[in-house]
């Protein structure tokens, strides 16, 4: 008999384990094929556009079968609060894998993983480790799936509302702009008519009571009529439909024939006004028409609320981006808490217990008209040391170079 060589058993030994350490490697490395297959086909489902919550947990559990270990006997399910998405031959049997689904951090379903027939023992009964780390992977990944579709229906049912309420706002304020326009003709027509034939009386009439008479009917006629005005005005600030016409305004210039112009007026109430420039002020940008209304309503403001001697300042300065004009009564002044809600409509300052009367709007449309023209209203006072109103006009860009060019040399 002749006797093995020692050297050639120990070579067959060794090709025999490497032929099998080769085998082993190119399952385990097929094994992980199956798995990144699995995963890259999730992404590509989530990515897919058009496709909704339920059509992507459909193909997600059909990916499943081929990346486990014998995909033949291999079916799964996703239960998300009994509502099932299954493979077609789902079946529950004793060979189970599952993971817990969450969403926002809570229990929303699971992901089971069933063996139709039973196979050799693995690292978790039939199952391998690494396929426990895949479910718990695709578990997180559905999570992730069914919260983002959730916050995406979020955003888009949001969006589909705020369209629906935009275009009811839009009929809404149409619908205003358009029965306001009605009661402004409604009310001017007559009035108009009224403030003529009262003007034409005040002409006319040579009888010294009969022509105080057509006086006060055409002040009433004049104030009710500027009052509607403002009402206008506040209407079209709301809707966002008030326009302004600026141009470049001489300030100093503009507040001398401001004063000149209401002096009549402010006389008769004995009112005294001071008035203070900064030297060398910039010209602005405004709308003239719309600055004497604001100037006129915080001096007539200021003319309700003044104290015994009624004095008012106006004083104007700069700080070479804006001009800032102050309004100052010495009044009783106003209280933080009211400061607050001064510029809203409607609201009105007592004195005295008493209210000065109007219908409080003249503030909201000064902040109005001033935040249209850029620039900014508020108030400084405290109680029994008057008040004193501050807004700012925007420079003009070629005044603000020539003053900065004169500051340099």
């Known amino acids: ?39 890259y086909g999730v992404s590509r489902l989530y990515e897919s556009s058009g496709l909704d919550l339920e ?27 009994n509502k099932y998405y299954q493979t077609n031959n789902f079946r529950k049997t004793i060979w189970q894998q599952a993971e817990v689904i969450k969403v926002n951090a809570r229990k929303w379903g699971t992901l089971e993983v ?10 978790e009964g039939p199952f391998l480790k690494e396929e426990r780390a895949l479910i718990h992977v695709l578990a997180q990944r559905a999570g992730n799936i069914i919260e983002n579709k959730i916050a ?29 326009r009605k009661l402004m003709h409604e009310l001017k027509t ?12 005040t002409d006319e009439i040579h009888d010294e009571k ?36 600026p141009e470049v305004v001489d300030i100093k210039q503009f507040v001398l024939s401001f004063v000149e112009e ?44 003044a104290a015994e001697g009624k004095r008012i300042d106006i004083r104007v300065d700069s700080d070479g981006t804006f001009v800032i004009i102050e309004v100052r009564d010495y ?40 935040e249209l023209h850029g620039g900014k209203i508020w108030v400084n006072s405290r109680h029994g040391a008057g008040a004193r109103f501050f807004f700012t006009l925007p420079v003009i860009i070629e005044q603000k170079k020539k003053d900065s060019l004169r500051a340099k040399a």
């Open 1 to 39: 008999m002749i006797k093995e060589i020692p050297e050639l058993s120990q070579s067959r030994n060794t090709t025999d384990n490497g032929k099998n350490s080769l085998s082993e490697l190119t399952v385990n490395l097929t094994e992980r094929v199956k798995e990144l297959n699995c995963l």
């Open 55 to 81: 059509k992507i947990l459909y193909g997600l559990v059909n990916l499943i079968p081929p990346a486990w270990q014998y995909p033949e006997v291999t079916c799964a399910c996703i239960n998300l609060k």
């Open 114 to 123: 069933y063996y139709l027939k039973e196979k050799p023992d693995a690292d």
């Open 152 to 180: 995406q229906d979020s955003i888009k049912s949001s969006y589909e509302r705020e369209m629906r309420l935009r275009k009811k706002l839009q009929v809404e304020m149409q619908s205003r702009i358009d029965f306001n």
């Open 190 to 201: 007559p009035l108009t008519s009224l403030m003529a034939t009262s003007q034409l009386l």
């Open 210 to 245: 009969l022509h105080k008479l057509a006086e006060y009917m055409w002040e009433g006629a004049n104030r009710l009529n500027h009052r509607i005005d403002e009402m206008h005005d506040i209407v079209r600030g709301e809707i966002g439909s008030l326009k302004i016409k």
């Open 262 to 305: 209401t002096h009549p007026f402010l006389s008769q109430n004995g009112i005294s006004i001071n008035i203070e420039f900064k030297p060398s002020l910039p010209k602005v940008s405004a709308d003239p028409e719309r600055l004497w209304q604001i100037i006129y309503n915080l001096v007539n403001n200021a003319c309700k609320y």
């Open 331 to 370: 009044g009783h002044g106003i209280s933080k808490e009211k400061q607050r809600v001064l510029f809203k409509p409607g609201y009105q300052v007592s004195y005295r217990g008493e209210y000065p009367g109007g219908l409080g709007i003249g503030l909201t449309l000064c902040k109005m008209l001033v």
